[in-house]
Structure formats: C-alpha cells, structure tokens
C-alpha cells in the first residue's frame, strides 16, 4: 500500500485555544465523506496528553463534543480543535475532505499514540 504525503497544514489557520509551545507529530490520511471511518463517527477520544486540530481541506464537518457538550461546523476557515481525553465524534455535512492532525509537547519519548499509562 502506497503512502500518501501528508498535507501541508503550515499556511492554514490553528485554533485560538491550541496551547503554545505543541508540535504536531502525525497527520491522518485524508478523509471524505466515503471514508470517514466508523469509529470517528462513534464517541471516541485522544490520550492523555495529545491534543488534535481537525482540518478541513473542503466542504464542511459536524463536529460535536460530549463535555461540555457543543456542536460545531468545521470549514477550511473554522478548524476543530480535540482537547485531551476528550469525548467527541464527527459527521459529514454533505462533500468534505479533511485530516487530523495530532499535537502533544516536544521530548515526549516515542509516539504518544502507542504509549500506556503507568
């Protein structure tokens, strides 16, 4: 299976509330509304520690978190932003391409994404 370069997210806007001071460490595929895999769409959340900015390429997401509960529309002006441990899920909007883009604190040992507590 041939791997795709990630998307450059340099030049697209962050949410204001993405703390200072995070790198991002890996980029999802990008998605379409075909493609958005089932557990994105159920509740689900990052590690302790890994913050993610949904970015929307086209169209529009329906992105809701459970606590505090809120709903939003993400468009390529208005990205997502997934706070830590965070319960949350997405659904398309009609046509949407997009990624995910993880984020955690430089000098963290490995891949926060494989690492277990304790």
Do not use: C
């Amino acid at each position: 299976m041939t791997r795709t370069p990630p998307v450059d997210t340099r030049n697209r806007p962050l949410p204001d509330d993405l703390p200072t001071g995070l790198v991002a460490y890996r980029q999802s595929p990008v998605f379409t509304q075909d493609t958005i895999p089932e557990a994105l769409k159920r509740n689900h959340s990052t590690k302790a520690g890994v913050w993610a900015v949904i970015h929307i390429l086209e169209g529009a997401l329906h992105y809701r978190i459970e606590e505090p509960a809120s709903a939003h529309i993400l468009t390529p002006e208005a990205p997502g932003l997934v706070r830590p441990e965070q319960e949350h899920n997405v659904s398309a909007q009609g046509p949407v391409r997009f990624v995910v883009e993880f984020y955690a604190l430089p000098g963290e040992k490995g891949d926060p994404h494989t690492q277990t507590g304790g």
